[in-house]
């Protein structure tokens, strides 16, 4: 059972996605943007296509995972943006909301796991101090070696291991970082300090299944094999040259059909899985980075602004907006059709009819009818959707969907006309922060 998109909510004869548009960029666009992505995947521009495939560098991971991952109690990853993001979605989606709080037992003996994803003082203070750092491996991650909120976090991880554990402390720290350049690199080679690599062509937001991810997953046991399994079987079906039968290429043709054709320039991903509300805060970077930007010299800038929510609860806070709001939004639900466990809904005290309706049924099932009625409401209100169902949560539906967003990233800056590898928009805020802290 792989993943499903669907796409009966789309072609809505009201402010939904025309058909006839749709086929129309079958046919004439999609065969083009198909072979031009082909080209870039040959030159060996798009390495994210080929991490999949695994190899040496899945043999190291596993053997570093095996040595370290028992022998400490806590794995703590130093990153941001891409460097973070999609280890905090492998974690929500596959080791649930409290793998922290199990006891060692529970987690098979392997390590919690945190991620530190931003510089807040108020949140690394306290979490440090209640750190017991003889018993924490610090995975660094960082393609560059030099973003300086990852750097911030590592000197000061550094300094205190070094100063409780002395010379052991590189015992303590594995770097993932570009295979050649850069001063974590460095670092590694004169400290003599485990580093995995990222592989040149693989930019942030396309790592998750690389060693930038890899490695946190498996240090906790995640079935990495899998993970990359699925990706596998997603970038098949993505080889189709048809529209019709290529997922990322549906997705990528709906969202940009919606911005370009309907105004509809606000994508929101809405899964209906606690599991999976990470995974749309790895969307919405990977989406907005990769297509928000000038689409060439004097050319209007163009880009679609992803959103993230959640399902059911956001159908307390955001949908009389998606509802009845401005027709701007293509909400895009992720759904997960059998969950891991399920809670039968008891009969209620007494004789109530208003909740006669809920004795009998699960919490699974009533997760799914709201998503499947939210769904519905929007269409009966002219507001397309499309869904992409999960069979279940498992790393191999995790990998296909992973595979899926940055494949049709790739296509979608092809159709938006912008290069999804680059940020140049980030770089001057980053360099007018060394220039304020180098001082006069
Ligand atoms: O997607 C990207 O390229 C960025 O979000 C980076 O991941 C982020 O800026 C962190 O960069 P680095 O991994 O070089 O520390």
Redesign the pocket.
């Known amino acids: 059972m792989s993943l499903e998109l669907r796409l009966d909510n789309l072609f809505l004869p009201e402010h939904g996605i025309d058909r006839a548009h749709f086929d129309e960029l079958a046919r004439d666009r999609f065969p083009s943007v198909h072979e031009e992505i082909r080209r870039q995947r040959i030159e060996g521009r798009l390495g994210f296509y080929e991490l999949p495939d695994g190899g040496d560098l899945v043999d190291s991971i596993l053997q570093f995972a095996e040595g370290a991952g028992q022998a400490f109690e806590n794995v703590v990853v130093l990153?941001?943006?891409?460097?973070a993001l999609g280890a905090i979605s492998l974690r929500s989606a596959l080791l649930g909301p409290w793998w922290n709080e199990m006891s060692s037992e529970e987690r098979e003996f392997y390590p919690k796991l945190y991620i530190l994803d931003n510089i807040d003082p108020d949140t690394i203070g306290p979490f440090l101090r209640r750190l017991d750092l003889n018993s924490t491996l610090f995975n660094v991650?960082?393609?560059?070696?030099?973003?300086a909120e990852?750097a911030a976090q590592f000197l000061i991880v550094r300094s205190m291991l070094e100063a409780e554990l002395g010379d052991g402390y590189r015992r303590h720290l594995v770097f993932t970082t570009d295979s050649e350049h850069g001063v974590l690199r460095s670092i590694a080679r004169e400290e003599g300090i485990a580093a995995l690599p990222v592989p040149e062509n693989v930019?942030?937001?396309f790592?998750v299944l690389s060693a930038v991810g890899l490695l946190p997953a498996a240090l906790v046991g995640i079935d990495i094999a899998q993970l990359l399994a699925g990706a596998r079987s997603m970038r098949e079906r993505c080889d189709a040259q048809m529209l019709d039968g290529n997922p990322a290429a549906l997705l990528a043709s709906a969202l940009y059909l919606a911005d370009a054709n309907l105004g509809a320039r606000i994508h929101v991903m809405m899964p209906y899985s606690d599991r999976l509300r990470d995974v749309a805060f790895w969307f919405r970077?990977l989406w907005a980075?990769s297509l928000g930007k000038g689409s060439g010299e004097g050319e209007p800038a163009v880009g679609p602004t992803p959103v993230a929510a959640l399902g059911a609860t956001d159908q307390h806070s955001q949908l009389q907006l998606y509802a009845q709001g401005p027709f701007d939004k293509l909400i895009v639900f992720l759904t997960v059709q059998q969950s891991e466990e399920d809670l039968e809904i008891p009969a209620a005290p007494g004789d109530h009819d208003a909740l006669a309706y809920l004795p009998g049924h699960t919490l699974g099932e009533l997760l799914r009818t709201e998503a499947e009625a939210t769904q519905e409401a929007l269409a009966h209100g002219h507001r397309p959707s499309l869904a992409i169902d999960f069979p279940k949560m498992g790393a191999h539906e995790l990998g296909e969907f992973f595979m899926l967003c940055q494949i049709a990233t790739v296509y979608a800056g092809a159709l938006y006309g912008v290069n999804p590898l680059d940020?140049p928009g980030?770089e001057l805020s980053k360099r007018l922060v060394r220039e304020k802290l180098s001082g006069p």
């Open positions: 990153g941001i943006g891409g460097s991650v960082s393609k560059s070696g030099g973003t990852t930019g942030g937001r790592s970077q980075e940020q980030v």
